[in-house]
Nanobody, 121 residues
Framework: QVQLVESGGGLVQAGESLRLSCAASGVVSSINAMGWYRQAPGKQRELVAAITSGTSTEYADSVKGRFTISRANAKNTVYLQMNSLRPEDTAVYYC???????????????WGRGTQVTVSS
């Protein structure tokens, strides 16, 4: 089966940077869009950034200009470079991937277990 494993979370001070990574493992035909979501305590999970199998990207308004999403297709890996971090960026960050297991199968969504990002003021 497909597994998504996130890494790179941690505790930083406001204004600092972190880089998250998410590697997809397992036998797949193709990976379509990949993205990062986050969930803060007491809040709903929200989209942070997404990237297609090409180069199209999408960002939440709150992170535009500070976060950059990228991917290495050969490694089935997606990255999130987070600069100028703010206390309100504190959340568990989850990786998501839309995967086709075989060329004829439908896209299926997979989630990582999440990585904690804490930004102190």
């Amino acid at each position: 089966q497909v597994q998504l494993v996130e890494s790179g979370g941690g505790l930083v001070q406001a204004g600092e940077s972190l880089r998250l990574s998410c590697a997809a493992s397992g036998v797949v035909s193709s990976i379509n869009a990949m993205g990062w979501y986050r969930q803060a305590p007491g809040k709903q999970r929200e989209l942070v950034a997404a990237i297609t199998s090409g180069t199209s990207t999408e960002y939440a308004d709150s992170v535009k200009g500070r976060f950059t999403i990228s991917r290495a297709n050969a490694k089935n890996t997606v990255y999130l470079q987070m600069n100028s971090l703010r206390p309100e960026d504190t959340a568990v960050y989850y990786c998501n991937a839309a995967v086709r297991l075989t060329p004829a199968s439908a896209l299926r969504n997979y989630w990582g277990r999440g990585t904690q990002v804490t930004v102190s003021s």
